[in-house]
């Protein structure tokens, strides 16, 4: 790591594609989208699927109908929501040699599809291929080690002339692919869809710049350094040759005096204010663990579709605000117990499904007219249901449970 570290790229593949199954798994998105407060985002369009922090999160869309809709979902700063990944980051922090910041964001993302387009980051980034692949395309840094104002492609296009040189990396489950602070990169998935965690090393925070301009100015605000507070003279401001002279002598003697300063002199006192500057942005994360609010999923349909759990014996009907967390959603049976009057309800004052404005539906809405149109009370199983891949069968059984009634035969 040594020998790439802040140059260049290094893709790392691992003997046993699922030891990264301890850390997280694929249908450990359905706790972390249910308990993330800060909003996941639909790519698709570039919706909010829940809004900040909880903001109005009751008229959100589901995520799980997002990602069922072919929208990329994505959970930044995961690690407040997962004890595990929260876990991976303290490591880091702690164990030597140490990186002082470390959060996750956790990306899901459908098949044939790229979350945001190529951009670079003030950061470097270690990225966990959990599920699925994905094909990586890392340029050069443009931009040598940027600050958060100088990254690209967040607000505007990269400029194409910049982007001198690239690789190609196919990371597959299991992999691991550093990249450095200020890389432009974009990556696509093909035919599957793909979970990866980007660990974040927040290097633009503990650089020699941000470091020096930290502790330059905790040293001014010092009692001794009291004059530095004095206005420059109003001459010297306008131009006055003399006086422009006399204030660059005055700014020399308060940087010769900050410079033997012990905070500059003895690095393990830089690193004291350097940790407790650090604290303080970790406290925000620990904090926010303690909230534990739930943005609540829009109705989306009318309640004629109804589940059940089929792993117990039948001997009467119970209906049910949640499904059985022991029992795997791909077991469930979903089925028609009516014809389905309205596709496009608007139950709940949510908005109809063809208002939504990140295109969802196509898909979605056959699947769900698919079902209407099966007999009356013919049960299918969620495996079977005509979706684009198992997660995504999941998703929509899921948006189904938290919108319908789900029964189980007791």
Not at 37 to 57: D, M, Q, W, Y
Not at 241 to 247: F, N
Not at 293 to 299: C, F, L
Request: hydrophobic residues 40%; glycine residues 4%.
């Amino acid at each position: 790591m040594a020998t790439v570290w802040q140059k260049k790229s290094l893709h790392v593949s691992h003997a046993n594609p699922n030891w990264l199954e301890t850390l997280f798994q694929l249908y450990d998105v359905e706790e972390l989208w249910t308990s993330a407060l800060k909003a996941p985002t639909s790519s698709n369009g570039g919706i909010t699927v829940f809004a900040e922090k909880g903001v109005k999160a009751e008229r959100a869309i589901n995520p799980f109908f997002a990602f069922a809709s072919r929208c990329s979902v994505v959970v930044n700063r995961g690690d407040r929501f997962c004890s595990r990944l929260r876990e991976l980051c303290r490591q880091l922090e702690t164990e030597q040699p140490c990186f002082p910041m470390a959060c996750c964001n956790v990306y899901l993302t459908p098949p044939n599809s790229q979350s945001v387009p190529k951009h670079s980051d003030d950061r470097d980034v270690l990225l966990l291929q959990v599920y699925g692949s994905k094909e990586w395309t890392v340029y050069n840094d443009p931009v040598v080690l940027p600050y958060r104002d100088e990254e690209l492609g967040k607000t505007n296009p990269v400029d194409e002339e910049k982007l001198t040189s690239h690789s190609v990396f196919q990371i597959n489950q299991g992999d691991v692919l550093y990249m450095p602070r200020g890389f432009v990169h974009e990556a696509k998935t093909s035919s599957s869809s793909s979970l990866h965690i980007t660990v974040a090393l927040h290097t633009s925070d503990w650089d020699y710049a941000s470091i020096l301009t930290r502790t330059v100015q905790k040293v001014l605000r010092a009692p001794e350094f009291v004059e530095s507070r004095l206005c420059v003279p109003l001459d010297a401001l306008s131009g006055d040759a003399v006086a422009g002279a006399a204030a660059s002598n005055e700014l020399q003697s308060l940087l010769q005096r900050v410079l033997s300063h012990s905070a500059i002199q003895d690095f393990s006192e830089t690193r004291r204010l350097f940790s407790a500057h650090m604290a303080t942005m970790l406290a925000d994360r620990e904090s926010s663990l303690s909230v534990t609010a739930v943005a609540v999923p829009a109705p989306l349909l009318s309640s004629s579709l109804i589940m059940w759990n089929p792993s117990v014996e039948i001997d009467g009907i119970e209906e049910l605000s949640q499904r059985d967390p022991n029992v795997p959603l791909m077991n469930y049976i979903v089925f028609c117990s009516r014809p389905i009057a309205s596709v496009r309800g608007d139950a709940g004052g949510a908005p109809p499904l063809d208002r939504m404005k990140f295109g969802v539906t196509d898909e979605t809405l056959r699947c769900v007219q698919w079902l209407s149109k099966q007999p009356s009370g013919m049960p299918v199983r969620v495996r079977h249901l005509p979706m684009f891949d198992d997660l995504a069968r999941v998703s929509l059984a899921i948006v189904l449970i938290n919108n319908m009634s789900c029964v189980r035969i007791t």
